[in-house]
C-alpha cells in the first residue's frame, strides 16, 4: 500500500487549503483513515480520523468546527478541508491508514501505512 499526500502550501490566515490522499490499495474501505501534523520541535499529533465506511470522524478539538475529512472509497482518496486556517496550524501534515488499530487510540504508533508529508505554512 502506498499513500500519496499532496496540497499543502503557503496560505495566509484565514485562508483554506484542501490536502489529498490518495491510497493505491484494492481494498481501501478496510482502513480506517487517518490525518497527522507535525509541528518543528514537536511531536506528531492527530488532526482527525474518519472510519472504513466514513460515517464517523473525529477532530482534535483545535481543529474542529474548521476542518473537514472525508473520503472517496470507490477513488481511494481521503481528503482533508481546511478553513480558516490560523498560524498555528503550520507544520507537515501526513496521511496514515490502519485496519486493527482500535477506535478511539490517537496514538501515531501502530499505523499501518503513512504518506510522505506535505507542508502547511500559514502566515499572519
Known amino acids: 500500500v502506498q499513500l500519496q499526500a499532496s496540497g499543502g502550501g503557503l496560505v495566509q490566515a484565514g485562508g483554506s487549503l484542501r490536502l489529498s490522499c490518495a491510497a493505491s490499495?484494492?481494498?481501501?474501505?478496510?482502513?480506517?483513515m487517518y490525518w497527522f501534523r507535525q509541528a518543528p520541535g514537536k511531536e506528531r499529533d492527530i488532526v482527525a480520523a474518519?472510519?472504513?465506511?466514513?460515517?464517523?470522524?473525529y477532530y482534535t478539538d483545535s481543529v474542529k468546527g474548521r476542518f473537514t475529512i472525508s473520503r472517496d472509497n470507490a477513488e481511494n482518496t481521503a481528503p482533508l478541508q481546511m478553513n480558516s486556517l490560523k498560524p498555528e496550524d503550520t507544520a507537515v501534515y501526513y496521511c496514515?491508514?490502519?485496519?486493527?488499530?482500535?477506535?478511539?487510540?490517537?496514538?501515531?504508533?501502530?499505523?499501518?501505512?503513512w504518506g510522505k508529508g506535505t507542508q502547511v505554512t500559514v502566515s499572519s
Open positions: 490499495v484494492s481494498t481501501f474501505s478496510n482502513y480506517a
Open positions: 474518519i472510519s472504513r465506511g466514513g460515517g464517523i470522524t
Open positions: 496514515a491508514a490502519s485496519y486493527l488499530k482500535p477506535w478511539g487510540n490517537w496514538n501515531p504508533d501502530g499505523m499501518h501505512y
